[in-house]
């Protein structure tokens, strides 16, 4: 079993993430939000890129430095919380202009309703 120490934010694993409809499961990237709890508050990333009428999405700039193997768009509409035994590899680490962009439009969408 991993341990939750392993799960820094801004870290991008290959994660056994269920589909929506509840029918099995894909590995794909996730970007780890918090690592500190009991399940990992991890985003969605997809090779697709941002689609023009869902809020919510951004395409990383540096993906290659980030560790993917194609361009990609984290989903940050897409909150998962996963267990840490869901997370199979770690493989790149986001970086600063990416980490600024993500977290400006997280505090877009979920922060601000605390306002």
Known sequence: MRD???FNRWDIWLAKVEFEE??????RPVLIIDGTRCYILSLKITSHGPRKDYFGEYEIIDW???GLLKPSTIRVNKRLD???ESFVKKIGRLLATDCFNVSKLYYELYLDILD
């Open 22 to 27: 509840g029918t099995g499961f894909k590995i």
């Open 4 to 6: 939750s120490s392993e």
């Open 82 to 84: 996963l267990p840490p």
């Open 64 to 66: 290659e430095r980030a």
